[in-house]
């Protein structure tokens, strides 16, 4: 099993609909996650972090956590073409004590 | 948040030929990393860089490829050695802290890397 892994996509939804994109780690004792966006040629920039199990709500973005099932997620409200890029899921993990990203993925929002 | 500046943003190299990128980091910070994004995939870490001490490499970087200096808690250097068109990929400066609520990673604006 791969330590962190994500759906490829590409995703597509329209404009205003609600994107949700998903995340799995193997290491169970992880603590700390994060979500990257990362526009084409651009460096990644971090969206949200996520430390507790939940959901944490910023402006439209909304990450969910649920570490007995080692999955985290991103909901990414009302889409707006500018939405469109790739979301790297990241995990800080304990057992190593490095952050592990994802493949990514690949979000297309349509007008 | 941690800023972070990196630099060069870009550049194009002849092969057999060595960059040094470097990383400035706006605070002191406990831990530095560098990464690699070849093209079309995701972040990989190449190496964990400590303060006064030798880099930690991970399996498939070798110190002799990438030599790595972090001479103090805020900046760090990379070195792309003897490079081949095969290196060219966005490398990226990452720093971790620790925050309020836990570890954060941050990075630079990275540096593009074409290698001709």
């Known amino acids: 099993q791969k330590e962190v892994e994500q759906n490829s996509g590409p995703l597509s939804v329209p404009e205003g609909a609600i994107a949700s994109l998903n995340c799995t780690y193997s290491d169970r004792g992880s603590q700390s996650f994060f979500w990257y966006r990362q526009y084409s040629g651009k460096s990644p920039e971090l969206i949200m972090s996520?430390?507790?199990?939940g959901d944490k709500e910023d402006g439209r973005f909304t990450a969910q956590l649920n570490k007995a099932s080692q999955y985290v997620s991103l909901l990414i409200r009302d889409s707006q073409p500018s939405d469109s890029a790739t979301y790297l899921c990241?995990?800080?993990?304990?057992?190593?004590?490095?952050?592990?990203f994802g493949p990514g993925t690949s979000l297309s929002v349509i007008p | 948040s941690a800023v972070i500046s990196q630099k060069p943003s870009r550049d194009i190299c002849q092969r057999g030929t060595s960059l040094t990128i470097q990383c400035q980091v706006d605070s002191q910070v406990t831990m530095m990393f560098w990464y690699r994004q070849q093209p079309g995939q995701s972040l990989t870490l190449i190496a964990t860089?400590?303060?006064?001490?030798?880099?930690?490499?991970e399996s498939g970087f070798v110190i002799d490829k990438f030599p790595i200096s972090r001479p103090n808690l805020t900046f760090s250097t990379l070195t792309v050695s003897n490079m081949s068109p095969e290196d060219s990929s966005i490398y990226l400066c990452s720093a971790r802290d620790r925050g309020y609520e836990g570890t954060e990673a941050f990075f630079g604006q990275g540096t593009r890397l074409t290698v001709v």
């Open positions: 996520i430390y507790s199990n």
């Open positions: 860089a400590n303060q006064g001490s030798e880099a930690t490499y």
């Open positions: 990241a995990v800080n993990m304990l057992k190593i004590d490095k952050v592990i």
